[in-house]
């Protein structure tokens, strides 16, 4: 009989305690033989004196072996379920208001072992013994209340001390399997971030290659330029020296004519030296200045609604931003210097995004963005490489800093603004942040207001919206 729990209903059937069953119904009426002549030890429950005291029950029935005790005890007009059980290696305490048994037992019992069932208005106990030998009673005589009290008290603390160490064993086990179920999840999650890492290594590693056999390839174009233009140069040389020396054929057939000539007078000899100098190479061209009158810039609207200072700031950002170059990189070290250019590096992973080597062309766009972070053109660029690889709350991020870098907004940069936000409402849109996104169309919308494409998306967006709403 368990004593973990030293006040327990008796219909709750844990561990010593059966529920009622079909055997305890035929065990509720069984008799029980006295402890060893066969005789039953039966006496009629006292008479109540004081109806707020419990009435003590004497009508009982035991019998015992060497190493059993089995007691029934009588429950006569008393539901199950107010049947409370406590025992302890020494003491047996049944409360079935308004009566009330007691048994200080003769030696002590295995509580954990021992056994309880209720039936027919009948409760039977198999109390196990812990030495084999036969009791000459079943409660211990001449006890005083004093120690009657003491028998109860220890008891309890008893019961109280193996609760507690139960309770104790089982948040241990409890704290075992949250050690061993945290253990596998940080084995699981290791495999997986190496996994991961593999993965963006043999990325790089292909990036790489790529990038070193687009070198090679532009290395080669490079050399085949260079032959081209000296053989170009030998061939412009070839036919220098052919034509210079046909004007020598001709200076000399022509001296030669107006030596067999006779002189008529000046007037013949200033012929021949006026066709000589036509026929002469014409001398280069003075240096001088031209001057060039741009025309200037007409704005349809009202001078005080027109937006020239705010394009000249945007054009005064984007050169400076062009400027601003910075060259002491440690990847920039093997690469040539047209190949240091940001624009160049964008115009690569356009080509790259293209192709739809979208983690390619995230490292050219990283690479410039290092090289000039003032260029919304390359976060715009990148948003769009991570919304292809479902990176969405990057995509965010790099739509967010564009427009940020598309300020002042002006005519010039309104597409790219339009993009920004309808880059930014799908990525938002995917991550189930419908209004946000909605948000990001019609911002789009006010600023290209004809633009059909993304007039549908904002109309299904609308619809999802509804949709969500009439079903919550």
Avoid at 230 to 244: A, N, P, S
Wanted: glycine fraction near 4%; include cysteine; aromatic fraction near 6%.
């Amino acid at each position: 009989m368990e004593s973990a729990r030293w006040w327990r209903r008796s219909t709750l059937g844990t561990q010593g305690f059966r529920r009622p069953g079909p055997e305890g119904l035929a065990l509720g009426n069984a008799s029980f033989p006295s402890n060893q002549a066969g005789e039953s030890s039966s006496q009629p429950r006292s008479a109540p004196v004081d109806p707020g005291m419990p009435l003590q029950v004497s009508d009982y029935n035991w019998q015992q072996t060497k190493t059993a005790v089995f007691l029934s005890l009588p429950l006569k007009g008393v539901c199950v379920r107010d049947t409370d059980v406590f025992c302890t290696e020494n003491y047996l305490k049944v409360n079935f208001p308004p009566f009330l048994f007691e048994a200080f037992l003769y030696a002590p019992i295995d509580d954990e072992s021992s056994k309880a069932k209720i039936g027919n208005d009948t409760i039977v106990f198999t109390l196990y013994k812990k030495e084999a030998a036969m009791w000459e009673t079943l409660s211990v005589t001449g006890v005083d209340k004093e120690m009657m009290q003491r028998i109860r008290e220890k008891s309890i603390l008893q019961a109280q001390e193996r609760a507690k160490e139960a309770t104790e064993a089982k948040a241990a086990a409890k704290r075992e399997d949250q050690k061993y179920a945290l253990s596998v999840m940080m084995k699981i999650e290791e495999e997986e971030r190496k996994k991961i890492e593999d993965m963006k290594e043999n990325e790089r590693i292909k990036a790489t290659k790529e990038l070193e056999a687009w070198k090679e390839y532009q290395r080669k174009a490079e050399e085949q330029k260079k032959i081209q233009k000296e053989e170009k140069l030998c061939q412009k040389e070839k036919q220098i020296k052919e034509e210079r020396k046909q004007l020598k054929c001709k200076t000399s057939t022509r001296n030669s004519a107006s030596r067999n000539l006779a002189p008529k007078g000046r007037n013949s000899e200033n012929i021949f030296t006026e066709k000589l100098k036509e026929d002469s190479i014409p001398a280069p061209r003075s240096v001088g200045s031209i001057k060039i009158n741009f025309t200037p810039r007409v704005f349809p609207t009202a001078l005080r609604e027109s937006q020239v200072a705010e394009e000249e700031e945007w054009l005064h950002k984007q050169a400076e931003a062009r400027r601003a170059m910075n060259t002491d990189i440690p990847e920039l070290c093997d690469l040539k210097e047209e190949e240091k250019n940001p624009e160049w590096l964008k115009d690569k992973g356009n080509k790259l995004f293209a192709t739809e080597n979208y983690l390619a062309a995230i490292n050219a766009y990283n690479l410039a963005i290092r090289l000039n972070n003032k260029m919304p053109l390359l976060y715009l660029n990148r948003a769009a490489c991570h919304l292809k690889l479902k990176n969405l709350h990057k995509a965010i991020e790099d739509s967010s800093k564009a427009l940020e870098l598309l300020m002042p907004p002006v005519t010039d940069n309104a597409n790219a603004r339009m993009k920004a936000h309808v880059r930014r409402g799908t990525a938002f849109c995917q991550l189930e942040l419908y209004v946000e996104g909605l948000q990001d169309y019609e911002a789009a919308l006010k600023i290209d207001p004809s633009n059909k494409i993304v007039q549908i998306d904002a109309e299904k967006i609308r619809n999802v919206i509804q949709g969500t709403e009439l079903k919550s």
